[in-house]
């Protein structure tokens, strides 16, 4: 994806995201607003139904009250009316007076206890809609709180997720580079040494069979020149293979193949090199293995083509958890911050931490170059010692 699209897009998905959290965050003070008048309206609901309850008790006691003050005078009326003779109108018709006030009272009180317990009940009817209007609110708050934590954090995490997929494609790409930088290398490799070689055996071969018939001490001589061709071109050959894939690692293991190429590098370059085991060496995985050797590897050749160095060291230590190496050199040295456009470094680091590993550089200038590289190991228990 071409880099300004790719911003365009991203910026026009988080401004999609920012204005739905935007929206939700509305929705959210609003209900909180809808649950705090709810919690208001319980507050003086409940005030108004206590109060309610009080009146109700008193009313209750003073129906009693009335119901009593009424029996009173209905008896006593019923004991006037059998006096009826003895009595005078007067008191009869208090009697009778008395009665019926009783009875009016007694009917109006019953009517406002009626009134006061329709009234408690129709209030605890509201406040039992109301507390379920608020458990609503609270639920619907507290799941469009969850909506935005996921909103917030899920962009985060696609963002960072995007971040590490451009990487990756990144690394790719380079990786891709360095593939094709390394086959360019054998290519010329091997047109520069055994191609050259074999063009120059055809010539030289030809020249032989010119002088074979006219003079045989000169052919003898060419045929030498020839044998030492062939001879240095099949050494060659064998270093580019063993430089493609060491055999000696599958079969003999790290150790002996590393001993074996640091010989030749010896041999080869001039450069002491000490290599030193620390603690028993135990068969790893493959792919640690490999790692190792090539880091090594690359570590050395770095050292033949730009530290002018005279003394070399590789040490391994194979700790339970850990696999530690240190290649030092005592060269020129280089300036971290200024290295050249060399995929060597950069890809033993991305070798090192795919295993989960570190892979430290210190160098100055002048003072030689070290490289510290740690891999973690599993299985170690599992693992068969092969030497010391
Ligand atoms: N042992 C060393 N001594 C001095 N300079 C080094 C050493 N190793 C690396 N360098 C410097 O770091 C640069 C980057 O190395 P590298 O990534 O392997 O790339 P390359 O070897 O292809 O140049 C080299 O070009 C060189 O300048
Ligand atoms: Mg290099």
Avoid: W
């Avoid at 935005?148 to 995007?162: A, C, G, I, T, V």
């Avoid at 990756?168 to 930088?181: F, G, H, N, P, T």
């Avoid at 194979?318 to 030092?328: D, L, N, T, W």
């Avoid at 550089?361 to 068969?384: H, L, M, T, W």
């Amino acid at each position: 994806m071409n880099a300004n699209v790719e911003v365009t897009y991203k910026k026009r998905l988080d401004n999609i995201v920012e204005k739905t959290i935007e929206a939700i965050e509305s929705s959210k003070e609003q209900i909180f607003d809808i649950l705090e008048k709810a919690k208001e309206e319980a507050r003086k609901l409940e005030t108004q139904l206590e109060e309610l309850k009080i009146q109700v008790i008193n009313v209750i006691k003073e129906v009693e009250l009335c119901e009593r003050k009424e029996k009173k005078c209905r008896l006593k009326l019923a004991f006037v009316s059998k006096q009826f003779g003895h009595l005078s109108e007067q008191a009869i018709r208090e009697a009778y007076e008395e009665a019926k006030e009783a009875q009016i009272e007694l009917a109006l009180k019953r009517r406002e206890e009626k009134e006061l317990i329709e009234k408690r009940n129709e209030l605890e009817r509201k406040l039992v809609d109301n507390k379920a209007i608020i458990e609503k609110a609270e639920k619907l708050a507290s799941q469009i709180s969850i909506a935005l934590n996921y909103l917030n954090s899920d962009l985060k995490e696609m963002n960072s997720q995007l971040e590490q997929l451009k990487d990756r494609q990144a690394l790719s790409v380079k990786i891709i580079e360095a593939q094709e930088e390394e086959r360019k290398r054998i290519a010329r490799e091997i047109h520069d040494g055994p191609a050259q070689a074999m063009a120059n055996v055809l010539l030289k071969s030809e020249l032989c069979e010119k002088l074979i018939t006219k003079d045989i001490e000169l052919a003898k001589i060419e045929l030498k020149n020839l044998k030492d061709i062939v001879q240095q071109s099949l050494k060659e050959v064998r270093k580019i293979i063993y430089d493609l894939r060491p055999s000696a690692l599958d079969d003999l293991g790290l150790v002996p193949a590393l001993s074996r190429y640091i010989k030749n590098f010896s041999e080869e370059t001039g450069i002491f090199v000490d290599f030193t085991v620390l603690s028993d060496y135990k068969r790893l995985s493959p792919e640690i293995e490999i790692t190792c050797f090539r880091v090594v590897q690359e570590a050395l050749t770095n050292i033949k083509k730009h530290s002018r160095a005279k003394n070399a060291s590789v040490k391994f230590e194979f700790g339970m958890r850990f696999i530690s190496i240190i290649i030092k050199d005592d060269g020129i040295g280089f300036d971290k911050e200024n290295i050249g456009q060399g995929y060597g470094l950069m890809g033993m680091r991305e070798r090192v931490e795919i295993l989960n590993g570190k892979f430290e550089i210190s160098s100055f200038k002048n003072k030689g170059a070290q490289i510290y590289i740690s891999i973690p190991v599993r299985g170690v228990e599992d693992d068969q010692i092969v030497g010391g």
